[in-house]
């Protein structure tokens, strides 16, 4: 065990974890979105599904990076592994993401709901993902095996 008996190090270490938990970097300059991660946090079969937006600067650290997404929703086979860009399953346009929708270093906690009205021959989903940052970047990332259903094929 590591004893520190001297204040100045133990300041120094209370503001070296408080600029990692804001996210911060050391220069005092915010870092910038480069690249886009989603994740699903958990699916509701039929409902929705909740997803965690995960902007990354260029080290590959989250940045609560506010803007707006649009996400649309394609079948995807379960054996092949092809995306059927002619069976939309749903789509959403200009979903704000702000600073409060971040959770801890999870990423930015977002629900999409859709309705499984069609005869769904398949229980599988793939989703892309376009995040557009406040200062006009475009992100994207697509995630395959959705389950979005719980009607099986016979």
């Not at 959770?103 to 398949?122: C, H, M, P, T, W």
Request: include cysteine; aromatic fraction near 10%.
């Amino acid at each position: 065990m590591i004893s520190i008996r001297s204040n100045t190090l133990r300041c120094c270490l209370v503001l070296l974890v408080l600029a990692i938990a804001a996210g911060g970097c050391s220069s005092g300059i915010p870092a910038e979105a480069e690249s886009l991660e989603v994740k699903i946090r958990s699916i509701d079969l039929g409902h929705s599904i909740d997803i965690m937006l995960i902007p990354r600067d260029a080290e590959g650290f989250m940045v609560k990076t506010e803007g707006s997404f649009d996400a649309v929703m394609w079948l995807q086979y379960v054996f092949s592994g092809e995306v059927d860009h002619d069976y939309l399953v749903d789509e959403w346009f200009g979903v704000e993401v702000i600073k409060d929708d971040y959770v801890d270093f999870q990423g930015a906690r977002i629900e999409l709901a859709y309705s499984e009205e069609k005869n769904y021959q398949n229980i599988y989903g793939s989703l892309d993902v376009t995040f557009t940052t406040a200062d006009g970047k475009t992100l994207t990332d697509t995630l395959d095996y959705i389950g979005i259903s719980d009607t099986y094929p016979c």
